[in-house]
């Protein structure tokens, strides 16, 4: 048996599947190019039996026959970020225990140098494809199919493992809730090494057999100019990109604003999610487009777990109910079922869950109890709504929709020369969601300017992680057990 995903494609067949600057591609062009790409990754061999294929490529028809490729191939894919930086890239292909990389020749050099370090097969996608496509593997969807590497309070960011069945569980529940069909159309924005490009808007499209537009990368001038000239039927985003967007349709003549709004009217559903929505934007967005955001709620282990209802009534700074196949409860510190009014952290069940932290399975143990995946948000269920209250970890920074570890980069800026100590903080700002701040203790005499620090951090994480905001301290703020109060580091960037 095929997958399903694959399938399902055949059906499809003469139908758009992706379309970008470099035109349109079918589903045909998308299977036979995928098991091109699959028979050049076997070599001869049966299957991949699991083995890891990082692969770095811009959002665009590559990006995706190449995860395709890797599927069929029975190999797991592993994305990678696109503004990672050497170290954080490496750790990916290092913890993953990748033996294949697949690059973009724009990303040559720096993965070049990594597989040859690591001695793993190194293929770009300008290479040429075999012509013959071979046998392929028969995948069954119980095995591993993705691993996305997510922040959590401790250590390093842990790599994420959902299988084909997870993924088609995430897919079928969205699809059901949004009432995706063939004749969609969605304008693709999103990063694609995150749960919500991939996923919500990728995988449920090419699912539904719909039409994927792929930017690529993010622009907000270019996004609108698309919304006016197209008629898409759907739009996900992240409150960060809507922002974004609201600042350029602010700024535009009379005239073009009439023709954004008329963009976004055309469409049946925009949706807004992987970060607090500000009930502020969600009133903007709702003046100039005519939408009221549909806000969800979901995370990289869970895929989508709590939506706002498609038909029915939508109310501001909700987030609605369970999707369907989804099980969420909210319990107290002893696991006890709290009653509706009072808050309590958010557990799921379901088949969407993820399979466990790749090679770590302690983390995986620590994650459950009874079996339900304890997420550490707090929510609170109000006449039949959830409302998310916030982390359970102030160490946990939400910033433009990316989740990204206080600890992780702490340790980071420890190995600054300059540094002594530092404390790093999320600090709420109304475009960021949460912005990254670092409180600063230097060693004696020395000076540091945000540009030159930010330059520095730049070559060690993903710029999406690097503090926006310093500040010097003589020391930081501390309990009386000597542990950085993070609250009182908060109110230094107020
Ligand atoms: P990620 O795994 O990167 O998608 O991050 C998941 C986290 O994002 C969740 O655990 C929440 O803390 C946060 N999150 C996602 N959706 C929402 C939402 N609608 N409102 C508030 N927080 C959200």
Avoid at 87 to 111: C, K, M, Q, R
Avoid at 252 to 259: K, P
């Amino acid at each position: 048996m095929n997958l399903p995903l694959i399938t399902r494609a055949e059906e499809y067949n003469a139908k758009i599947a992706i379309f970008t600057d470099a035109g349109a591609f079918t589903y045909q062009d998308l299977l036979h190019i995928s098991s091109q790409i699959a028979t050049n990754l076997l070599q001869n061999a049966e299957d991949l039996q699991e083995q890891r294929v990082a692969f770095l490529i811009p959002s665009g028809f590559e990006y995706v026959a190449t995860q395709w490729g890797i599927w069929r191939a029975g190999g797991i894919a592993v994305p990678l970020c696109i503004s990672h930086p050497r170290p954080e890239l490496e750790y990916v292909i290092t913890n993953s225990g990748t033996s294949i990389i697949v690059a973009h020749p724009n990303f040559e050099d720096i993965l070049r140098s990594l597989a040859t370090a690591h001695n793993l097969r190194f293929i770009l996608t300008s290479e040429a494809l075999p012509n013959d496509v071979g046998r392929l593997p028969e995948v069954d969807i119980t095995r591993r199919a993705l691993i996305l590497y997510t922040s959590g309070t401790t250590g390093k960011p842990k790599g994420v493992v959902t299988t084909h069945h997870n993924i088609q569980a995430q897919v079928t529940s969205l699809i059901t809730a949004w009432e995706w069909t063939s004749g969609d159309q969605i304008l693709h924005v999103l990063p694609l090494h995150h749960i919500h490009g991939i996923i919500n808007v990728l995988t449920c499209a090419l699912w539904a057999g719909a039409e994927c537009h792929m930017l690529s990368k993010f622009d907000a001038e270019v996004v609108w100019h698309r919304i006016c000239d197209r008629d898409f039927t759907l739009f996900m985003a992240v409150p960060t990109i809507y922002v974004k967007l609201l600042a350029v349709w602010e700024t535009a003549s009379a005239e073009r604003q009439q023709s954004m709004t008329a963009g976004c009217k055309k469409m049946r559903l925009m949706v807004s999610g992987s970060a607090a929505l500000p009930v502020q934007v969600l009133e903007k967005w709702q003046n100039i487009s005519g939408h009221f955001l549909l806000e969800r709620y979901g995370m990289t282990e869970i895929g989508m777990a709590l939506s706002n209802s498609l038909h029915n009534q939508r109310y501001a700074g909700y987030v609605g109910q369970p999707l369907p196949q989804v099980e969420v409860r909210l319990v107290d510190e002893s696991g006890d079922l709290v009653p509706p009014g009072t808050p309590g952290e958010i557990q799921v069940q379901g088949f969407g869950v993820f399979l466990e932290y790749w090679q770590n399975p302690q983390a995986t143990a620590k994650a459950f109890r009874d079996g339900w995946f304890c997420t550490g948000d707090l929510a609170v269920v109000e006449n039949g709504n959830y409302r998310i209250l916030g982390r359970m970890s102030v160490d946990i920074i939400k910033t433009g929709g990316y989740k990204v570890s206080a600890l992780e980069i702490e340790e980071v800026l420890r190995t600054h020369p300059d540094i002594q100590e530092c404390a790093v903080v999320g600090v709420a700002d109304s475009e960021w969601g949460e912005r990254v701040c670092a409180a600063l203790v230097l060693h004696p005499q020395r000076q540091l300017t945000l540009k030159s620090f930010r330059s520095w951090a730049k070559e060690q994480l993903a710029v999406y992680k690097v503090p926006t905001k310093i500040i010097t301290v003589a020391e930081l703020p501390r309990n009386a057990m000597g542990k950085v109060t993070k609250p009182a580091v908060i109110e230094l960037f107020r």
